[in-house]
């Protein structure tokens, strides 16, 4: 059962830093109460800090009790739209782009599941379609990619030969530590733990510990 508000802090805050933080995040819930209205689902409260920008906001579902942390960008525009779970945070500055704002092909999409969050000044490129499970930790500056430059023929400007798309998927309680790169095609199995500076470029099999670039296998989790 999901605790309430005030169970969420922990022995040693004291009746002022409590108080404080209502004040903090009243400011908060303002700002969420204003996008609430052009986004195309949300099942709580959002909570918004200073200077977010959320684009095509009617490509948007939220769930329950969302954060979305000062600075943040999330560019909606994508077919599959942006999916976020139940008391899921967005950190500072974190951008999530699944199509450019200026035109260029429209991208897939992010679904990102219960109780996950999006580390501070992490990059979500979700041209192709990127899953995240439930409880899955990030820390920050974390970048994922969905797509690849095609560069086979070198007679040809690179940015000419188009991109290959490619789904990531990240399933459930998964952490991936910070300044750790995901590229496209890759799947994190169930579990799994990536460690800090890491550049994942192949599947991760369930309970892993990677760690490396390219990131290699480490340890199980699970006793043998």
Not at 14 to 38: A, D, P, S, V
Not at 108 to 113: P, Q, R
Not at 117 to 144: A, D, E, L, Q, T
Request: include cysteine; aromatic fraction near 10%; charge should be positive.
């Amino acid at each position: 059962m999901t605790p309430s508000i005030p169970k969420r802090f922990s022995e040693g805050w004291t009746q002022q830093n409590k108080w404080l933080t209502y004040y903090y995040l009243f400011f908060f819930f303002i700002r969420g109460l204003c996008y609430l209205l052009f986004i195309k689902s949300a099942k709580g409260i959002l909570l918004i800090g200073k200077n977010v920008r959320i684009s095509y906001p009617s490509h948007l579902q939220l769930g329950k009790d969302t954060i979305i942390e000062d600075g943040a960008e999330i560019n909606c525009l994508s077919s599959q739209g942006i999916k976020v779970g139940d008391r899921v945070t967005i950190g500072k500055y974190a951008l999530i782009r699944p199509s450019n704002l200026y035109g260029g092909p429209m991208g897939e999409g992010l679904v990102i599941g219960d109780h996950s969050n999006i580390g501070p000044y992490s990059y979500i490129g979700c041209s192709g379609k990127i899953s995240i499970g439930k409880h899955v930790m990030m820390g920050p500056r974390v970048s994922i990619y969905a797509e690849n430059h095609v560069f086979d023929n070198p007679d040809i400007l690179m940015k000419h030969q188009g991109v290959e798309i490619k789904e990531v998927i990240i399933e459930d309680d998964c952490w991936i530590a910070s300044n750790s790169i995901i590229l496209a095609g890759v799947t994190i199995g169930k579990g799994s733990v990536v460690a800090a500076g890491s550049v994942v470029t192949e599947n991760v099999a369930p309970y892993s510990v990677v760690a490396g670039v390219p990131a290699k296998w480490i340890k199980s989790r699970k006793a043998n």
